[in-house]
């Protein structure tokens, strides 16, 4: 058992590794073949008891989660959705909201990418409605960031509303995700206002929240440094 845990602690790690080292600097294709590797290791493991298949379960539906968003940046819409699925059933087995939440948000993500509107929007619902069952500041992060997906997605053109209501998502952003220190999201909620901002016309207001952004991804890295 003990074995077994350990093994699936080290494919976790594994995909964190990943979302830092290539998929947050732009190399999908070494992310998705951590990804992917990921999932088959931890779809065909043995499990032996209840808590190992949740512990797996868990981070398979991370590991879904992940490719699915990579597969969303390449325009493998299809196989995104397909991803996404797989990993709600793996989070509802595991039945942790804060893996339920997230991969919620992952499909909300496809279906705006998909133009599918109205279940972007009811995926967003649901996904909060999961972040709201916890307190933790993962929890808070994930209630944050559908906001900033609400704002991207205003921003570009792929949900109704104009700048104003963009502008909103992004306060509604940064209410939750600067307590917590979650500096990513800060820096891309920032980035989505400055957007709004410039689309409403306020020009010195949009350079401000960049300057902002700057500074907060700037963060990010001191943070992984320390």
């Not at 008891?49 to 379960?57: K, L, P």
């Not at 906001?147 to 570009?156: H, P, S």
């Amino acid at each position: 058992m003990a074995q077994l845990d350990d093994r699936i602690a080290e494919i976790e790690t594994l995909v964190e590794r990943a979302l830092w080292d290539h998929e947050a600097s732009g190399d999908l294709h070494s992310a998705a073949a951590v990804y992917q590797r990921a999932i088959t290791d931890l779809s065909e493991m043995p499990v032996v008891t209840a808590a190992a298949g949740r512990s797996r379960d868990k981070v398979l539906a991370y590991a879904l989660m992940r490719h699915a968003n990579v597969l969303r940046q390449t325009g493998d819409l299809n196989v995104a959705k397909a991803q996404d699925e797989a990993g709600l059933d793996a989070a509802r087995r595991n039945g942790d909201s804060l893996a339920i939440g997230r991969i919620l948000l992952s499909m909300a993500g496809t279906a705006f990418a998909s133009a599918e509107q109205d279940v972007a929007f009811d995926r967003m619902a649901e996904a909060r409605s999961a972040f709201d069952d916890g307190t933790s500041d993962d929890h808070i992060q994930g209630a944050g960031w559908t906001w900033v997906l609400e704002a991207d997605a205003v921003n570009a053109g792929l949900a109704e509303g104009g700048p104003d209501q963009a502008i909103a998502a992004t306060e509604q952003a940064l209410a939750l995700l600067r307590p917590i220190g979650n500096w990513p999201g800060v820096a891309r909620a920032l980035e989505a206002k400055a957007h709004a901002l410039d689309a409403r016309g306020d020009a010195e207001a949009a350079l401000g929240a960049r300057t902002e952004a700057e500074q907060a991804a700037a963060r990010i890295d001191d943070t992984r440094s320390n």
